[in-house]
């Protein structure tokens, strides 16, 4: 148990579908993450969430919209995506303060196969 | 640009041998380092981390790794390797300490150690 748990666990959707990835954890934590694991790519940092506010998005295409609704859900919204959007997407999260910021705790991640 | 380094994409080794895996990192400020392990099918887990003091520090599983400033590097080391240490290992680097700025990863190290 990560204390930080992901649904669902796979998904295959078309590329006119609309789909969302849920994030949750239970750590306690004041920051959220979303990262994108391809294959023999670096983890890509997507999304960061403060304190429920975004505060870095690293130029991610519009397909993809984040919504944090509290400290401890983080959701990923999907619409129109490409094939080459197939990846592992983890979500992570950490406790940060205006000095420090602890390890991050990742989430097993949801498989997105895109057909 | 802030980058990090893996020089080794996959690396097989016999039970009993003594492993290092290098890391870079480009940067000339202040850094937090990290290394993450995934094992087959699992999330990603912390390793180590280095944020200040000691340079050499110590993890879980046996697992050490070795800040060199001068050389901006953060290699992980186990003397002893065993079967169950095959996963895929990350080193990953906060650029600037303080807030959620999330980890920039390198590309990972795929360990095989054969019995």
């Known amino acids: 148990e990560t204390g930080v748990t992901q649904t669902p666990r796979h998904l295959v959707m078309g590329m006119t579908n609309k789909k969302s990835l849920k994030c949750e954890q239970h750590?306690?934590?004041?920051?959220m993450y979303w990262y994108k694991q391809s294959a023999k790519k670096p983890l890509e940092l997507m999304f960061v969430?403060?304190?429920?506010?975004?505060?870095e998005n690293n130029s991610v295409p519009s397909r993809f919209s984040p919504e944090c609704p509290n400290s401890s859900h983080l959701f990923l919204h999907l619409h129109t995506l490409q094939p080459e959007d197939s990846a592992l997407y983890l979500c992570?999260?950490?406790?940060?303060?205006?000095?420090?910021?602890?390890?991050?705790?990742f989430g097993n991640g949801t498989r997105l196969t895109v057909t | 640009a802030q980058s990090v380094s893996q020089h080794n994409h996959h690396v097989i080794l016999s039970e009993a041998a003594s492993l290092e895996l290098g890391c870079n990192y480009s940067?000339?400020?202040?850094?937090?380092l990290f290394w993450y392990v995934q094992y087959p099918g699992q999330h990603l887990q912390l390793l180590l981390k280095?944020?200040?003091?000691?340079?050499l520090v110590k993890g879980i599983k046996g697992f050490e790794a070795e800040f060199i400033k001068s050389k901006f590097s953060f290699n992980l080391r186990k003397p002893s390797v065993q079967w169950s240490d095959t996963a895929e290992y990350f080193c990953?680097?906060?650029f600037g300490i303080g807030g959620a700025d999330g980890l920039t990863f390198g590309k990972g190290t795929h360990l095989i150690i054969q019995p």
């Open positions: 992570a999260s950490s406790q940060t303060t205006g000095q420090y910021n602890s390890p991050l705790h």
């Open positions: 750590l306690g934590h004041n920051a």
């Open positions: 969430y403060s304190l429920e506010e975004r505060v």
């Open positions: 940067y000339g400020g202040t850094v937090n």
């Open positions: 280095y944020f200040s003091g000691d340079p």
């Open positions: 990953a680097v906060n």
